[in-house]
Nanobody
Framework: QVQLVESGGGLVQPGGSLRLSCAASRSIFSIYAMGWYRQAPGKQRELVADITSGGSTNYADPVKGRFTISRDNAKNTVYLQMNSLQPEDTAVYYC??????????????WGQGTQVTVSS
């Protein structure tokens, strides 16, 4: 039960940086985990990074050391700072809310996606 809206995507040259934002319609303090996924043409959607309510982070190997996920609970917003971008990072990036309850288990909510294109 949360709406997610991504922003910050665009066209950037190799080696450049972008910061993606995901604004949630409700408090994210109690959400089990917030994350970023991406999907390139012809490929499966894959996890980029996530962050739990306790602050633990997880990154996919291709982005380790380059991307940083963070959370601002006061603003109900999750960020993805992307540095040293490469053409292989080109994809639609989706914000994800992983919500878990005792009775229903895991439920996933998704934003509409924002395009990131890395090209010279």
């Amino acid at each position: 039960q949360v709406q997610l809206v991504e922003s910050g995507g665009g066209l950037v040259q190799p080696g450049g940086s972008l910061r993606l934002s995901c604004a949630a319609s409700r408090s994210i303090f109690s959400i089990y985990a917030m994350g970023w996924y991406r999907q390139a043409p012809g490929k499966q959607r894959e996890l980029v990074a996530d962050i739990t309510s306790g602050g633990s982070t997880n990154y996919a190997d291709p982005v380790k050391g380059r991307f940083t996920i963070s959370r601002d609970n006061a603003k109900n917003t999750v960020y993805l700072q992307m540095n040293s971008l490469q053409p292989e990072d080109t994809a639609v990036y989706y914000c994800n809310a992983d919500m878990r309850t005792y009775f229903t288990g895991r439920q996933d909510y998704w934003g509409q996606g924002t395009q990131v294109t890395v090209s010279s």
